[in-house]
């Protein structure tokens, strides 16, 4: 972070009273991934009495749209760090969040559980959201739709196969079999039977952070009214060291076949890595294509 963002990153913790006249603000990188993320130390004394964490994000239009998906998980019931607004700078945005203390020994199991159900509880209208957001930094399309095949091809598969045969990471011969398969398997499986729910989005290990007290909480949402699968498998794409298994799936009220279709479900995550990082990713997109030929 250049000093005159440093700055302006402390200006704003002032001006919207996150910290006060006097205090000490020490800000310093966090870790960096897609987005830089930075810590701000708030002391008094000899005493750090607040922590905030500032994303770097690429547009307002990302910030905004990413505090709006924390908020919506938080009116659902899942626990999420409290967002206070956007910094705007030239150099990008800055999300302000409180900061999670983590390294609790207890795994969290019981608070994920309690999100998950949260989350998935109300069936809800349509699949698809209000307005277009984000996944990771790619444009993710959201339109309403009456069935969840639709929803998933026009939406999730279909925007994600197209620029990845522009990119020449793929055929159109394997857009194609994507399309055959999510229509046939969509209805052989019934998918549309639990109905649209709404979900994480993103829901990978990193994007579940377990506090100092065991409490679990979900970050970096890309949040739409989808089927509670596509979070579940994602969580087992890189592993997680929360269970995911039978046990859960009962507990969350989802149908017996559950956690038997995470293939499919990764597909979209897959399509996502391709066009972010790249060709290492091509042969997870061709094994699912294999999978269910």
Not at 170 to 194: A, N
Request: with cysteine.
């Amino acid at each position: 972070m250049v000093v005159a963002e440093d700055t302006l990153i402390k200006q704003e913790l002032l001006s919207r009273k996150l910290a006060s006249t006097g205090d000490e603000i020490l800000i310093r990188h966090q870790s960096q991934g897609l987005f830089a993320l930075f810590r701000a130390d708030v002391r008094r004394g000899k005493e750090i009495y607040r922590r905030y964490i500032i994303k770097q994000v690429d547009s307002d239009e990302m910030g905004r749209l990413e505090a709006d998906g924390l908020a919506t998980l938080g009116e659902a019931g899942c626990r999420v760090p409290t967002t206070h607004g956007l910094i705007q700078s030239r150099g990008g945005s800055f999300l302000i969040m409180d900061f999670v203390e983590t390294g609790s020994k207890r795994p969290g199991q019981s608070s994920f559980e309690e999100n998950l159900k949260s989350l998935y509880s109300l069936r809800r209208p349509s699949y698809g959201w209000k307005e277009d957001n984000y996944i990771g930094t790619l444009k993710q399309k959201n339109s309403f739709h009456d069935r969840f095949a639709d929803f998933w091809w026009q939406d999730r598969i279909l925007p994600q196969a197209v620029m990845a045969v522009e990119k020449g990471y793929l055929k159109v011969s394997d857009r194609k079999v994507m399309e055959s398969l999510v229509f046939r398997l969509s209805e052989s499986w019934k998918l549309d039977e639990v109905g649209p729910r709404l979900v994480h989005g993103d829901l990978w290990s990193g994007n579940v952070i377990v506090s100092a007290e065991g409490q679990t909480y979900f970050i970096d949402p890309s949040v739409a009214c989808s089927h509670p699968e596509q979070d579940l498998a994602m969580l087992q794409l890189f592993g997680s060291p929360l269970d995911v298994d039978r046990e859960l799936f009962e507990k969350l009220g989802l149908p017996p076949g559950t956690g038997e279709r995470v293939p499919f479900f990764q597909l979209y995550p897959l399509l996502v890595h391709v066009n972010i990082f790249g060709a290492s990713y091509v042969n997870g997109v061709k094994e699912v294509l294999r999978n269910y030929r």
